[in-house]
């Protein structure tokens, strides 16, 4: 339970337990599942929490109301990991009614039964709950990242609760960057929707912000245009970094000597900001959300089963279906007979907008030498033209 000021309560759950959040995502310092109560004239309970920890957040609950039975319990978002307590939440407080959303009030039956929850004050986009000074304006936010989402921005105290925006991995009792696994958590479970996530930003410029309050991470206080700019770039598909990313698959260490190879190229072009991934050993989302960082990824792999690596494979599916645009390509293949790898790749691409794939690729038969030693070389230098501006 954290007190952020007289009329609200944090109330995080932090989930050390779980090993891979929705099934798929590494979590090493777990997530917080947060709740908001704010007291006024009326209470508010906004979320609940994941059922495995419904009765530690029941607990909070009882002990941050005392004897006050809330007025409302507020639903932004209907995924098990934010709605899944409301069960347990309405056997103590029956009469709560739950404020939510017509296909918020179509999903609470599709997961707990039909009739579940008679008392219902259902809103429309841009409605508004007056709990006396404080009144929260509901505003809708389809596709970010489940088509029921919606936001509530309190206009007294001038406090967005943004659902799953500007959430992250990491529990809360966990200090760490905010920014890498905020941007890790965004591109895993938000990156498809990007023009979702701007038609949101767009909704929200009218209004003040002194606070923003996720249901996964830190309430946000200070320095909100930072955090703000950052969704913007990265809903729009825009690189934070002029550098390169080398992601590469390789099955007996000659595909990854070239890769260590081009980034020596790289420094002797005068391009220092690189960073190299093992697609087949490093956190998969990881590696998306760091294509999505730098301005240029270089790609290199084998030829494999006729067509592509597994790893690159599902990392080049990961991307494309992230939308992945706005950025310059390079391609490095390995075959031993028959090679196809940078032209799979290529056709893996295609449906990404707005790529310029390099002029120059890398071939290399089974090893490096001395030839294609000399084509990392070229490659490095139209690599290095496009980073850093230079003709």
């Not at 990265?234 to 081009?262: C, F």
């Not at 599916?317 to 390509?329: G, H, I, K, P, S």
Request: with cysteine; aromatic share 12%; net charge negative.
């Amino acid at each position: 339970m954290i007190k952020i000021s007289d009329d609200l309560i944090c109330i995080d759950v932090n989930d050390k337990k779980t090993d891979l959040f929705e099934g798929q995502f590494v979590i090493p310092n777990g997530i917080s599942y947060n709740s908001y109560i704010v007291s006024d004239k009326k209470t508010v309970v906004i979320s609940t929490a994941d059922e495995r920890f419904s009765e530690e957040w029941i607990k909070e609950v009882k002990s941050a109301l005392g004897d006050k039975i809330p007025d409302y319990l507020v639903i932004l978002h209907m995924e098990p990991d934010h709605s899944a307590s409301i069960s347990d939440f309405l056997k103590i407080y029956p009469k709560t009614e739950i404020v939510g959303n017509s296909k918020i009030f179509v999903m609470l039956e599709e997961f707990f039964g039909a009739g579940f929850a008679k008392n219902r004050v259902e809103i429309k986009d841009g409605d508004e709950l007056s709990l006396g000074r404080h009144v929260l304006k509901f505003i809708f936010a389809p596709m970010v990242h489940w088509p029921e989402v919606m936001v509530a921005y309190d206009m007294y105290d001038k406090t967005l609760y943004s659902a799953d925006g500007f959430g992250k991995f990491g529990a809360l009792d966990c200090k760490e960057d905010w920014d890498n696994e905020a941007r890790r958590y965004y591109f895993g479970i938000v990156g498809k929707f990007g023009a979702q996530v701007q038609s949101l930003l767009k909704k929200l410029t009218p209004y003040e912000l002194k606070r923003i309050c996720p249901l996964h991470g830190p309430v946000l206080e200070n320095d909100l245009g930072r955090y703000i700019r950052l969704y913007d770039r990265w809903s729009s598909y825009l690189p934070e970094k002029d550098g390169v990313m080398i992601a590469y698959t390789s099955i007996y260490g000659h595909t990854k000597q070239a890769a260590l190879e081009l980034v020596n190229k790289l420094k002797e072009y005068g391009v220092n900001d690189v960073v190299v991934y093992d697609l087949a050993r490093a956190d998969r989302y990881e590696c998306i959300a760091q294509a999505f960082s730098y301005s240029t990824l270089v790609l290199a792999t084998t030829t494999y089963n006729g067509t592509l690596f597994p790893a690159m494979r599902e990392f080049l599916d990961c991307l494309t279906e992230r939308n992945y645009r706005n950025r310059n390509v390079g391609f490095i293949e390995n075959g031993s007979w028959a090679p196809v790898a940078a032209a799979a790749m290529a056709e893996r691409l295609s449906k990404c907008k707005d790529l310029t794939l390099c002029k120059n690729t890398v071939k290399i038969r089974s090893a490096l030498n001395e030839e294609s030693v000399l084509q990392l070389g070229v490659l490095a230098d139209e690599l290095a033209k496009n980073v850093t501006g230079t003709k």
